[in-house]
């Protein structure tokens, strides 16, 4: 493997043929030589989080909802959030005040942990499947911000994320859905 993804964004490619992926944004938590895995951060689902795992409720960012984080194994539950710097025993750190959380543990045990987001499922490759799908350019790589994981417009993270690129890239954040409708 040439070179991580972990903590940063795939974003898919406007021709991105795969209707599990269209339009999506994902946040890497992991990729080395076993595979890849993460998290799709803009298909929020008309689902209350506080139902998914009701001790976290308290700490969801609002509105509240539980996002589809992948096709794999869609009844498993992902929590990520913020977590100030010092070290806290549920929280991997990820990205800046990004971490994953351990929702096992008892919310009230890390003081300081808000802004989560729970994810049902996750993305998933096995080794050498996302080296493929870079290669044939499935996917951008672009670098991943906070507040990308806590947004309040998840449905427009795609476009916003292809517009703060700057040229060509952003010109994609208009890209039609059906460009032969041009």
Do not use: K
Request: aromatic share 4%.
């Amino acid at each position: 493997m040439n070179s991580s993804t972990r903590a940063r964004l795939l974003v898919a490619t406007p021709d991105m043929a795969d209707p599990n992926f269209t339009r999506t944004v994902l946040l890497m938590l992991e990729h080395n030589d076993d595979g890849a895995l993460g998290l799709v951060l803009n298909r929020p689902l008309q689902v209350s989080a506080a139902d998914a795992v009701p001790p976290w409720a308290d700490l969801l960012e609002p509105p509240g909802m539980l996002h589809m984080g992948g096709p794999v194994s869609e009844g498993t539950i992902v929590g990520i959030g913020l977590a100030p710097a010092s070290g806290h025993p549920c929280v991997t750190p990820l990205l800046g005040s990004i971490g994953l959380l351990d929702l096992h543990d008892d919310p009230g045990d890390d003081p300081g942990v808000t802004s989560v987001r729970l994810f049902s499922g996750y993305a998933g490759w096995s080794a050498g499947q996302l080296e493929v799908e870079l290669a044939v350019g499935s996917w951008f790589v672009l670098e991943a911000q906070p507040a990308d994981v806590t947004t309040a417009d998840a449905e427009g993270l795609w476009s916003s994320v292809l517009r703060r690129q700057g040229g060509l890239l952003a010109q994609l954040a208009t890209y039609p859905d059906d460009p032969s409708l041009n």
